[in-house]
Structure formats: C-alpha cells, structure tokens
C-alpha cells in the first residue's frame, strides 16, 4: 500500500463541458504504483523526467486532466480534474484537488461530461449492487464494526442522507459514522506507514505528519 506517482501525457479525448463546448482533456496516467517504498525511487526518477522531456517543447501545460490506469485507457467514470500545479509534469494522488466532473458515456467524437453528483449517486447503485452480490462490504458504523446487510438498506440510508443535503446544505451528522473511500484510504496510509516502524524513512515521516493532520480536519485522531 501507498501513494501512487501520476504523470502527464499527450494524449487526449474531446470532453463535452458543461457549457456546451467541447474541451480537450490529457491524460494524468499512473507512472509508479506505491511511490513511496524506497525501492521505488529509481521508477520515480525516471518517470519524472520521461514526463518532462515529453512536454519539454510545450510552454502551456494542460488545464484538465483525465485521471487514467497504467494502461492508459479512459473509461466512463474516469475523474476529471483541473490541473492546478505550474508547470509541473508529475503528481502523487493524495495531490489531486476534488475531481471537477467524470467521465459520462462515450460518444464517436469523444465522451460527454458527468457532473460530481451524478457520478456519486451512479456510485452508490453499484455499490449497493456489490454488497448484494457479496463482493463487497460497507460499514454502517465502523468503530462497532456494523455492516449495511443488503444493497436495499445501504440505497435507504443514502437516499436519507442525500434528502437531507437538499433540504440543510449540509451532511446529516447521523453519516458521520460512515467511512468515505477518502478517509478509509488515510487511515490505510497512516497504518502502513506506522507499520515500517524504524525502516521508515525521512519522507515517510514527514508525510505521516501531513495525513494525521488531515484525518483529524476530518474528524478523526490518530
């Protein structure tokens, strides 16, 4: 486990925006999975200045960005982001701003524009689907270790959580028990990290700082 290393490159879909043109969005492709063991630093280095090299002649870099598997193949559903680091070629994905829209479907000329929402609520479906399937768990309350036991009752309690966004503008607090992707995957870091004990390294620490500091923004100690 780790943060995973992504680099631009050239290549690109057309994006229907929501204003109704169509823009041009590169692809942020995964370069070096778990970044951070030190074995991985010479994949890193060299990734890095591949990326460069590629946009070395290109005084504009790109304004958004499609993030994409290391194969490079953008799906429905792939986050869009804009790219907020100046003249930068590279980024780790604890990095990344909140995504600005997805991926929707794919068209002949490129693929149309799927807003935040959208892609939360098409999310939570195929969540619910899973957990029937049995592939998949979610807590209901994770520190008493209560799991949703069916999709059924898992599309409940969103679509009150949800109602209850429309009306207040705001999250239900009774969703706080809930763990989201995002802090389940700060906690999972914080563990690994603490887990190398006296093998970690100056950068492990540092960065160990930084995700204790946003667990507890989130409302979580570690």
Known sequence: MGVDLYTLKKRAVMVLAPNGIRETVYFLQLAVEHALWQDSQGMVDVAVKY???EWEEHSQFPKLVVQVGSNGIPQSGSPIFKWPFFKRTYCFDHELPAPFGYLG???????LFRTVGEQA?????????RIDEGSTEVYKDFWHGEMF???EEFLRFHGRFMQSDDRNG???ES????????????????SFIKEKGQRASPADLHFLGS?????VQ???SC
């Not at 609520?121 to 689907?129: F, G, K, M, Q, S």
């Not at 989201?180 to 700060?186: G, L, Q």
């Open 51 to 53: 990326a460069y090299k």
């Open 105 to 111: 479907e794919r068209e002949n000329w490129g693929y």
């Open 121 to 129: 609520c098409l999310n939570i479906v195929e969540t619910a689907r």
């Open 149 to 151: 036991k069916s999709g």
């Open 170 to 172: 705001k999250s239900k």
């Open 175 to 190: 969703g706080s028990d809930v763990v989201s992707p995002r802090i389940s995957k700060i906690l999972g870091l914080i």
């Open 211 to 215: 995700l204790r500091e946003k667990a």
């Open 218 to 220: 989130l409302g979580y």
